[in-house]
């Protein structure tokens, strides 16, 4: 018939107040575009074919929440017959935020691993200041990164990108005994974090 029965869950997973049940139409049309058509596949495998599905797709709820769900789909048979689909919905959006964070980090130590043997080879002051604002911009995400290197008793600004330029076009060069953030870490070797 088309008709769906949902749980209070199912409800809470859609951000739904419980009411009228929706109808098949309106069960795909939460999930997102780029899985609907295998969700459809799936319903159809099951009604037409008896084919059991389990499936992980992400939904845009009544709130306008995107989550990621897993469902399951059995076809229950009657007299030979196919006559409905009992299905499972559950919210595993935290798990797949930690898996995404887990893939993120890990893209981003063998990103540093690669960096590491390029930064090696690097044979100026300018080839591994050019590397590093790279490093720190596309790798790291922190586009404001700008290089110094010591000279004649100096922090020199060796390179600048053109977003720090806009900001701060004047970038003076520090004393090594001085008290900026620049020349305490230089001097000390250790990270300085300020919030500013």
Not at 4 to 24: F, K, L
Not at 56 to 79: A, F, H, I, M, Y
Not at 146 to 167: F, I, K, Q, W, Y
Request: charged share 30%.
């Amino acid at each position: 018939t088309g008709t769906s029965w949902w749980t209070q869950e199912v409800y809470r997973i859609h951000d739904r107040p419980s009411g009228e049940d929706p109808i098949r139409s309106d069960v795909i049309s939460h999930y997102c575009s780029e899985h609907r058509n295998t969700l459809k596949e799936a319903f159809r495998g099951a009604i037409q074919n008896g084919e059991s599905y389990d499936l992980e797709l992400c939904l845009d709820t009544d709130s306008g929440e995107r989550k990621w769900v897993r469902t399951r789909g059995e076809p229950q048979w009657e007299n030979g017959e196919i006559v409905r689909l009992r299905g499972t919905i559950q919210d595993i959006t935290d798990r797949k935020r930690r898996e995404e964070a887990l893939q993120n980090r890990q893209e981003k130590v063998e990103a540093l691993y690669q960096a590491t043997g390029q930064l090696l080879q690097a044979e100026t002051r300018e080839e591994v200041a050019d590397f590093l604002v790279a490093l720190a911009n596309e790798e790291l995400g922190y586009p404001g990164t700008t290089v110094r290197c010591a000279r004649d008793g100096e922090l020199v600004p060796s390179r600048v990108p053109s977003m720090v330029r806009r900001h701060m076009p004047e970038r003076p060069s520090y004393d090594l005994d001085g008290d900026s953030p620049a020349a305490l870490a230089y001097r000390s070797g250790e990270t300085q974090a300020y919030e500013d």
